[in-house]
């Protein structure tokens, strides 16, 4: 019963927490464009996703009687008969849009990589590049949106965060959004550089393809905790500049594009991509990748092919799971290639 009662209250938290966000979004001024030569800039600021633009969340979805929907990690609802804090049936539109870019640069920047859905080539850096720089603006733009929502002076935001959060809660946050914007600022001056001055090559990458479609999406600038070899990474998101890597998961119509990427001077992620690139069983690859996506991206999009698979006992351990991950409260999860019970990249998986 007792479980019963935080489900509640951690449905009813993330409710709120997502009603301050989608009225956060809709205040006009958070719409700008990522592109650093602004001048070129034409209105309006266009809502896209690159996981859309791919045709990959319409890979993802399930139809159940004309409604389409899909999973993500952060929208959840009670599941009454079992008693647990489900996955919610989420639309693609809703799902996972932001608003980034305006409608020139959208349209002019990805060309390369838009014109076919599936162009997308592992051995061409500027497509590479190119997801790579749509991911990190859209971890930037969510983080942006976050830091709106936590300094906001809007009445009707302010007394929403006050029911969902303590005075100091809303401090700590203040102080972590702030921290983890300002570790954006250096590399997006420095990915600006290489965008303008087409230098795709400078960005270290490690790019996978799978031969089927895996059942999972993600575009995302993530901070792991872990490296593939198990060591434990920044600990402690206050005390320095935090290693993130350039996360892009595209699921085609019959393969699946895994880009990673990281700046060549940061060490850690560069150590992360080549221990990830050598590890000597695909398998246990597979399984870093899907904790790397559990455990660290806001962004991640599951397909119900793969959630309702499960029994319904493994989709409780499943959302528990993600309980753990969710909650500030708990330590990071650990990895354990033997323990850890998901694996998005396995064939036997494909959808
Ligand atoms: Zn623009």
Known sequence: MEESGLNQEMIELQKQFNK??????????????FHPNKSECILPIKSAHSLQRQGSLRILEKDDRGNKYLYIHTEREHNVQYDFLDLK?????????????????????FKAIENEPEITDIDNDEHLFLHSYRSFA?????????????????????????????????????IGVAAALNDFKKP???????????????????????SYTVSVGCSAYITPHHLPSGKKIQMNPFSELQTSILTTVLPFSDRTIVILGAFPDDKLGCQFLDELES??????????????????AENVVVSPKFIEKMTIKRRMEYCELLNFVADNRTPFLKFDTQKFPINYFDRYNAI
């Open 20 to 33: 301050a966000l989608s009225k956060i979004r809709s205040i006009a001024n958070i719409k700008d464009c």
């Open 89 to 109: 049936k989420t639309g693609r539109k809703s799902a996972t849009t932001f608003d980034g870019f305006c409608s020139f640069h959208d349209t002019e920047l």
């Open 138 to 174: 859209i971890s930037f733009h969510r983080k942006f949106e976050q830091w709106k929502l936590y300094n906001s002076e809007d009445p009707e935001i302010l007394e929403l965060l006050q029911k969902i959060y303590s005075v100091r809660a809303i401090e700590e946050l203040k």
């Open 188 to 210: 997006k001056i420095q990915i600006d550089e290489w965008l303008i001055n087409k230098k795709f090559s400078d960005l270290e990458y490690f790019a996978l393809e799978y």
């Open 279 to 296: 590890m000597k069983y695909e398998i246990q690859q597979q399984k870093f990748l899907s904790f790397f996506l559990f455990d660290g």
